[in-house]
């Protein structure tokens, strides 16, 4: 059973631009979330969608936003880069619905630099 | 809002020495616990999970009990290895509530280093 696939692994970014990453969750998973992972701030949760819905965001400004489609594939997008965008985003994947939670899977993250 | 403290790190052990990496959450709601560990270079992979105060979660050696009455959820492994080094993650979901949708809280990880 394949995991979670997060495209591309590395990017870099210069400051202005903007950026599209893409999570495939595990094949039936229908959950996909998004977190921030940085040195000073540790992981935060971005946003979370569910059949195609937004259904929770985290406290980030409006630059970063997702979406899913019907395949559950999802990406998320950031404009106008900042270096303080620099982070690994980690993608994870559940079978669960509303209101419950028993387990979610990582996938291996995409390393985006801004310079 | 809900939070998840962490023993701060390093830990540094010999191999096969006991270990104990010590978790307390705050939640309003009944979450449900994680322990996720971070090898270099990868994402997280989930090490054991706890759903309702009392179950213990285990996996690989390691065990952690949800403690409703001091809010812990405390990682123990009797004998660590070498290749047990990484970075450990406790987190939560909270299940219960107006807010829908899963979202995990993760305290600021603890590294733990074995030396053979």
């Known amino acids: 059973k394949a995991g979670v696939t997060q495209t591309p692994r590395y990017l870099i970014k210069t400051r202005g631009q903007q950026v599209t990453l893409s999570c495939s969750p595990i094949?039936?998973?229908?959950?996909v979330s998004w977190y921030q992972q940085t040195p000073g701030q540790g992981l935060q949760f971005l946003f979370e969608?569910?059949?195609?819905?937004?259904?929770n965001k985290g406290n980030f400004p409006g630059r970063f936003s997702g979406r899913q489609f019907s395949n559950s594939r999802s990406e998320m997008n950031v404009s106008t880069l900042e270096l303080g965008d620099s982070a690994l985003y980690l993608c994870?994947?559940?079978?669960?619905?509303?209101?419950?939670?028993?387990?979610?899977?990582f996938g291996s993250g995409t390393r985006l630099t801004v310079v | 809002g809900d939070s998840v403290t962490q023993m701060e790190g390093p830990v540094t052990l010999s191999e096969e020495a006991f270990l104990t990496i010590n978790c307390t959450y705050t939640a309003t709601g009944y979450p449900s616990l994680f322990w996720y560990v971070q090898y270099p270079g990868e994402g997280l992979q989930l090490l054991l999970k706890?759903?309702?105060?009392?179950d213990k979660g285990s996996n690989k050696g390691f065990e952690a009990t949800y403690r409703k009455e001091t809010t812990s959820f405390h990682l123990e492994k009797g004998s660590v290895q070498v290749s047990d080094s990484a970075v450990y993650f406790c987190a939560l979901s909270d299940r219960s509530g107006k807010e829908y949708g899963n979202k995990l809280v993760f305290g600021a990880g603890t590294i733990l280093r074995v030396k053979s």
């Open positions: 706890a759903t309702k105060a009392d």
């Open positions: 969608y569910f059949s195609e819905t937004q259904r």
């Open positions: 994870a994947s559940s079978s669960t619905g509303v209101g419950k939670a028993y387990g979610y899977t």
């Open positions: 094949s039936g998973h229908r959950s």
